[in-house]
């Protein structure tokens, strides 16, 4: 512990260092970064609260509370307390202006050493993904030691803008000087500006919620109603089976009296989900397909995933669960419909599996994460069509066909809820839990997927090896 | 006809002028019946020095969904535009009744950028008085250049539409043309239009005309209910059309069904490439979610 002052090496490195900036020592160091091959940088493990229906039982939590909820329990998981960890990051996709320092301030309220940096970081639905693709990079470039990558949100907190009407007589108003000049600018107002501004998922260019895009594309890619229903089902079924085995015990920390996701239906049948109405697509020419039960409903939650160098691991005693190999991010122009607005990650996926010279085929476990069962299926159905492969990926055919047995084994989203910016956290963890306990697969070690869709049309992919 | 050197007129004619003198026009008219002649004003009109405010521009830009660059967009020239094709419109020479003159169409090509820094000449003149089957028609052309030069860097024709004027020498048009079946693709986008569209576009264009205020001003002048404005909606099709038409390029709208406020509007932004894979043209085609109904189509295309 660095009690007297940060210690200009970390409290982590342990080789001497010489006077900072002698000829020598800049020598050594240049030397030294040349002939530094990139690190490894490790998943040490995970922790998240339990996910909660919007307004259910965090309605009166903020993003911080949950944040720090979610830190605390990695931080007691761990051993961390007092600890200067290299940097943590995470953010949140609904954020207040005032949390502009949402991830320091829950680091302030930890029981981390105060000494810790932070940053926010925002990319819709990929930010938890993001965080630890940033945070691993800077990990291999031997920048960092250590580091906490997160993310969180909250429906049920959302901020609430004023109108424009409103900000634009208050924003004049705080620059008028004199009484007349003021009264004249409060006199614009009108009761419509009055009428707060509430988040909404609708992409600001089309006007169209997500619900709606991805109406669009799982019309375009004729996936059936029974077949989102399935992957529904499936993924309540999972889920549930990985609560029953005590999957989660060493993955999430109880909060505010839930100790599971509060969306999992165990008891949940195909008949069930096959009675509920379409909610979106409803206006479009095809048959509307998807439905509260197929599609992910909003949610509160946070997530952590602890990152670290192979040397920081083992000097603290910690678990090495899976290396972070690499990550890709993609984007699509869904503007005027070229592609789906949550399809990125059928062009990400390809491009991250041929630089690391691997094929669908040698991954062991898919965490596709379910925006709507509609948006995987749709994912899937683009790798296995020819045309597909070859005019967009480029290919000789079709990319390939994913082994459903492999797919969100423990349950994803549609069970879990996504608190949009909490999503890759707990992808991330529990993924690094199941590499970490296959072990090797015909003598290497077993490798995971992950693909997050974002809004935006964008998409951030990653890919994980068994330690 | 239009071969002499336009009426310089020495300010901006103001709108709101323009649409009372039209009001007090057709009063006559009612009275004293209409004109004689056939003809349009052999003469255009010309303002000299125009310069775009620049905080109404800002308001402009955000209210249609364009970025706040300092380019004026071709719409807002058209709005700078307007009032000297209304005064042209509001001559005494002038043969058609403004009031419920039905905006048919426009086409507007943006031959080069027009900064809001730059003051412009706009000169405007009416031209082609012909026949349409329910009507008369005509074009109100409008040319804009940067002060003193010579190029014109925008040049815009908007078709209007005085129905149930026939005017004497002007031939019949023939039968009328059926529309085409139409039938409303998958949206790129849908436009929440709130009932304060009009009068919001109102306040950043200047066109007060009363059919796009509220129910009330649109019902004393025989609308059921107020009605966006054409070049609102064309023009943010334009601005959804998005960065791919460069800084030059031919824009054109075909109004058919007027969209009444508050509504959705459905639109569809299809894209057309050359075989190199270079933007050749966007066409768009907005309608009514609810009954299918078109409201208006164009294009934007490379110059």
């Known amino acids: ?467 | 006809m239009n071969t002499g050197q336009p009426i310089i007129l020495g300010e901006m004619p103001s709108l709101s002028k323009l649409y009372v003198n039209a009001a007090a026009a057709a009063a006559r008219r009612r009275i004293l019946g209409s004109p004689a002649g056939a003809g349009l004003p052999s003469v255009g009109h010309e303002v000299r020095g125009v310069q775009a405010d620049v905080g109404n521009l800002t308001a402009y830009q955000h209210l249609i969904g364009e970025t706040a660059s300092d380019v004026l967009p071709a719409g807002f020239i058209h709005a700078l535009a307007f009032p000297v094709a209304m005064s042209v419109m509001n001559r005494d020479d002038f043969p058609l009744p403004l009031l419920g003159m039905i905006h048919l169409r426009n086409v507007v090509e943006q031959r080069s950028p027009v900064r809001f820094t730059e003051p412009l000449d706009i000169t405007a003149r009416a031209e082609a008085l012909r026949a349409h089957r329910s009507g008369t028609q005509l074009d109100l052309v409008a040319e804009v250049r940067v002060s003193g030069g010579e190029a014109v860097r925008w040049r815009g024709i908007s078709t209007y539409l005085a129905k149930g004027v026939f005017l004497p020498g002007i031939d019949k048009a023939s039968a009328s043309v059926r529309p085409e079946d139409f039938k409303a693709p998958d949206p790129t986008a849908v436009w929440q239009l709130g009932v304060d569209a009009g009068r919001a576009y109102a306040a950043v264009s200047g066109d007060f005309n009363p059919i796009h205020l509220s129910v009330l001003s649109a019902k004393a002048l025989g609308m059921r209910r107020s009605i966006a404005h054409g070049m609102y909606l064309a023009s943010r099709a334009l601005a959804d059309v998005g960065a791919a038409k460069g800084d030059s390029f031919r824009w054109d709208v075909t109004f058919e069904a007027p969209v009444f406020l508050p509504a959705p509007v459905g639109l569809d932004i299809s894209t057309v490439q050359t075989d190199g894979a270079a933007w050749l043209r966007s066409d768009y085609v907005a309608w009514n979610p609810r009954s299918g109904r078109k409201h208006f189509s164009g294009s934007v295309a490379a110059l």
């Open chain 1, 1 to 467: 512990m660095s009690v007297d002052g940060q210690s200009v090496t970390g409290p982590e490195e342990t080789t001497n260092v010489r006077a900072a900036g002698s000829p020598q020592s800049l020598r050594e160091a240049q030397s030294l970064r040349e002939a530094q091959a990139l690190r490894k940088a490790v998943v040490v493990g995970g922790n998240r609260i339990p996910f909660a229906r919007t307004g259910g039982a965090y309605t009166k939590s903020s993003n911080q509370d949950m944040l720090t909820a979610a830190l605390d329990g990695l931080i007691a998981r761990f051993g961390l307390q007092d600890e200067r960890i290299g940097e943590v990051a995470a953010g949140a996709v609904l954020k207040h202006s005032r949390d502009f320092n949402l991830t320091r301030e829950a680091v302030l309220g930890s029981a981390l050493s105060a000494e810790t940096p932070a940053y926010d970081l925002q990319q819709a639905c990929a930010t938890g993904l993001e965080t630890v693709l940033g945070l691993g990079n800077k990990i291999r470039l031997g920048q960092i030691q250590s580091a906490i990558a997160g993310g969180v949100d909250s429906a049920s907190d959302a901020p609430i803008a004023v109108s424009e009407g409103l900000r634009e007589v208050l924003l004049d108003l705080n620059r008028a000087k004199a009484l007349p000049q003021r009264l004249q600018i409060l006199a614009r107002l009108r009761p419509k500006d009055l009428a707060p501004d509430a988040p909404n998922t609708g992409e600001p260019r089309t006007g169209l919620s997500m619900g709606e895009h991805q109406a669009l594309t799982t019309a375009q890619w004729k996936i059936t109603r029974q077949a989102q229903d399935e992957l529904a089902y499936n993924s309540h079924r999972n889920l549930a089976a990985a609560y029953e085995a005590g999957f989660f015990d060493d993955l999430l920390t109880p909060y505010r009296g839930l100790s599971r996701d509060s969306n999992l239906r165990a008891d949940t049948t195909l008949e069930k989900l096959a009675s509920l109405k379409p909610v979106f697509g409803r206006n479009l020419g095809s048959e509307a397909t998807m439905t509260a039960g197929n599609s992910t409903p909003l949610t509160d939650g946070a997530s952590t995933v602890l990152l670290a160098s192979e040397e920081w691991a083992d000097q603290h005693g910690l678990p090495k669960l899976a290396t972070v190999l690499d990550g890709e991010a993609a984007a699509v122009d869904f503007v005027h419909g070229k592609d789906g607005l949550l399809m990125a990650p059928a062009f990400a996926v390809p491009r991250l599996l041929a630089r690391n010279g691997l094929t669908l085929d040698d991954i062991d476990f898919f965490e596709i994460h379910e925006a709507f069962a509609g948006t995987v299926l749709s994912t899937l159905a683009a790798w296995e069509d020819e045309e597909f492969g070859r005019t967009r990926l480029g290919l000789d055919g079709a990319f390939g066909k994913v082994d459903r047995a492999r797919l969100n084994v423990n349950g994803s989203s549609l069970a879990a809820g996504h608190p949009f910016a909490a999503t890759g956290g707990r992808i991330v963890a529990s993924l690094a839990k199941m590499l970490h306990a296959k072990g090797t697969v015909d003598g290497r070690p077993a490798l995971g997927l992950i693909s997050v869709c974002a809004a935006g049309g964008q998409g951030v992919v990653a890919l994980l090896e068994a330690h």
